[in-house]
């Protein structure tokens, strides 16, 4: 696996993570149980348990490809995302 290879991989189960994450808020709504947790109602419904299939498939999918890649890439993706948070003013 070539860096660039990992990094479209990542970035690719990061952006359908963020999108079935997105469809979780929405489907819940201001709706907060106890504890701040997703109500019952919330969770039966079968959009949201769709979305939530969703979400775990892709957050899956991003720890395999982080398992499988060399720690360099690891560190390499950490500092140049520090490095962006940095010339973002931290944002």
Avoid: H
Avoid at 47 to 73: G, L
């Amino acid at each position: 696996m070539t860096y660039q290879t990992f990094i479209s991989a990542i970035e690719s189960a990061e952006k359908c993570c963020d999108v079935a994450s997105k469809k979780m808020k929405e489907l819940r709504g201001n709706e907060g149980g106890a504890m701040g947790l997703t109500p019952d109602e919330v969770k039966t419904l079968p959009s949201f348990r769709q979305a939530k299939r969703e979400f775990d498939t892709f957050f899956q999918s991003m720890r395999v490809i982080n398992s499988a890649a060399p720690k360099d890439y690891l560190k390499r993706r950490r500092d140049e995302r520090r490095a962006a948070l940095q010339t973002n003013g931290g944002a």
